[in-house]
Nanobody
Framework: QVQLVESGGGLVQPGGSLRLSCAAS????????MDWYRQAPGKQREFVAG????????NYADSVKGRFTISRDNAKNTVYLQMNSLKPEDTAVYYC?????????WGQGTQVTVSS
Protein backbone atom coordinates (compact mmCIF):
# COMPACT_ATOMS: atom_id res chain seq x y z
CA GLN A 1 0.00 0.00 0.00
CA VAL A 2 1.41 3.35 -1.08
CA GLN A 3 1.39 6.11 1.50
CA LEU A 4 2.62 9.67 1.27
CA VAL A 5 2.40 11.56 4.54
CA GLU A 6 3.00 15.31 4.62
CA SER A 7 3.95 17.18 7.76
CA GLY A 8 5.37 20.52 8.86
CA GLY A 9 2.49 22.81 7.99
CA GLY A 10 1.13 25.43 10.33
CA LEU A 11 0.54 29.10 10.95
CA VAL A 12 3.38 31.50 10.20
CA GLN A 13 3.69 35.26 9.93
CA PRO A 14 4.46 36.93 6.61
CA GLY A 15 8.19 36.79 5.97
CA GLY A 16 8.56 33.63 8.00
CA SER A 17 9.70 30.15 7.05
CA LEU A 18 8.39 26.61 7.17
CA ARG A 19 9.82 23.27 6.11
CA LEU A 20 7.41 20.69 4.81
CA SER A 21 8.24 17.00 4.72
CA CYS A 22 6.64 14.16 2.80
CA ALA A 23 7.49 10.62 3.89
CA ALA A 24 6.80 7.85 1.39
CA SER A 25 6.21 4.16 1.93
CA UNK A 26 5.07 1.33 -0.29
CA UNK A 27 7.09 2.50 -3.29
CA UNK A 28 10.70 2.22 -4.35
CA UNK A 29 11.16 5.90 -3.57
CA UNK A 30 14.33 6.55 -5.52
CA UNK A 31 12.60 5.48 -8.74
CA UNK A 32 10.04 8.27 -8.50
CA UNK A 33 10.14 11.95 -9.27
CA MET A 34 8.47 13.99 -6.56
CA ASP A 35 6.41 17.15 -6.76
CA TRP A 36 4.78 19.60 -4.41
CA TYR A 37 1.42 21.11 -5.30
CA ARG A 38 -0.86 23.45 -3.42
CA GLN A 39 -4.53 24.34 -3.42
CA ALA A 40 -5.93 27.54 -1.98
CA PRO A 41 -9.63 27.86 -1.09
CA GLY A 42 -11.73 28.31 -4.21
CA LYS A 43 -8.77 27.76 -6.53
CA GLN A 44 -7.45 24.88 -8.59
CA ARG A 45 -4.56 22.81 -7.38
CA GLU A 46 -1.32 24.20 -8.79
CA PHE A 47 2.21 22.96 -9.25
CA VAL A 48 4.77 24.40 -6.84
CA ALA A 49 8.03 22.49 -7.28
CA GLY A 50 9.40 19.24 -8.65
CA UNK A 51 12.54 17.15 -8.28
CA UNK A 52 13.81 14.22 -10.29
CA UNK A 53 14.72 10.82 -8.88
CA UNK A 54 18.22 11.68 -7.68
CA UNK A 55 17.78 15.37 -6.90
CA UNK A 56 19.87 16.43 -9.87
CA UNK A 57 17.10 18.42 -11.50
CA UNK A 58 14.52 20.70 -9.94
CA ASN A 59 11.93 23.12 -11.24
CA TYR A 60 9.66 25.68 -9.67
CA ALA A 61 6.57 27.72 -10.32
CA ASP A 62 7.46 31.33 -11.05
CA SER A 63 5.54 32.43 -7.98
CA VAL A 64 7.93 30.62 -5.62
CA LYS A 65 11.27 30.83 -7.42
CA GLY A 66 13.97 32.18 -5.17
CA ARG A 67 11.88 31.59 -2.04
CA PHE A 68 11.17 27.83 -1.99
CA THR A 69 13.62 24.96 -2.29
CA ILE A 70 12.73 21.34 -2.95
CA SER A 71 15.10 18.57 -1.90
CA ARG A 72 15.00 14.85 -1.21
CA ASP A 73 16.74 12.23 0.89
CA ASN A 74 16.39 8.85 -0.78
CA ALA A 75 17.85 7.09 2.26
CA LYS A 76 14.92 8.41 4.30
CA ASN A 77 12.28 8.11 1.55
CA THR A 78 11.46 11.75 2.15
CA VAL A 79 11.05 14.87 0.06
CA TYR A 80 11.20 18.36 1.56
CA LEU A 81 9.99 21.83 0.70
CA GLN A 82 11.82 24.66 2.41
CA MET A 83 9.65 27.76 2.21
CA ASN A 84 11.17 31.15 3.03
CA SER A 85 9.87 34.71 2.79
CA LEU A 86 6.34 33.42 3.01
CA LYS A 87 3.50 35.61 1.80
CA PRO A 88 -0.23 35.55 2.58
CA GLU A 89 -0.84 34.30 -0.96
CA ASP A 90 1.15 31.17 -0.13
CA THR A 91 -1.70 30.09 2.15
CA ALA A 92 -2.99 26.75 0.89
CA VAL A 93 -3.09 23.04 1.51
CA TYR A 94 0.21 21.60 0.28
CA TYR A 95 0.32 18.14 -1.27
CA CYS A 96 3.18 15.94 -2.34
CA UNK A 97 2.98 13.67 -5.35
CA UNK A 98 5.09 10.74 -6.44
CA UNK A 99 5.20 10.17 -10.19
CA UNK A 100 6.72 7.58 -12.47
CA UNK A 101 5.41 7.18 -15.98
CA UNK A 102 1.63 6.93 -15.69
CA UNK A 103 1.76 6.26 -11.96
CA UNK A 104 0.78 9.10 -9.66
CA UNK A 105 0.34 8.93 -5.91
CA TRP A 106 -0.84 11.79 -3.71
CA GLY A 107 -0.56 12.58 -0.04
CA GLN A 108 -3.40 13.87 2.09
CA GLY A 109 -2.04 17.40 2.36
CA THR A 110 -0.85 19.73 5.08
CA GLN A 111 -2.26 23.20 5.75
CA VAL A 112 -0.01 26.24 5.51
CA THR A 113 -1.44 29.54 6.67
CA VAL A 114 0.50 32.78 6.33
CA SER A 115 -1.08 35.52 8.37
CA SER A 116 -0.24 38.18 10.91
Amino acid sequence: QVQLVESGGGLVQPGGSLRLSCAASGIFFSMYAMDWYRQAPGKQREFVAGINWNGGSTNYADSVKGRFTISRDNAKNTVYLQMNSLKPEDTAVYYCKARRGSENYWGQGTQVTVSS
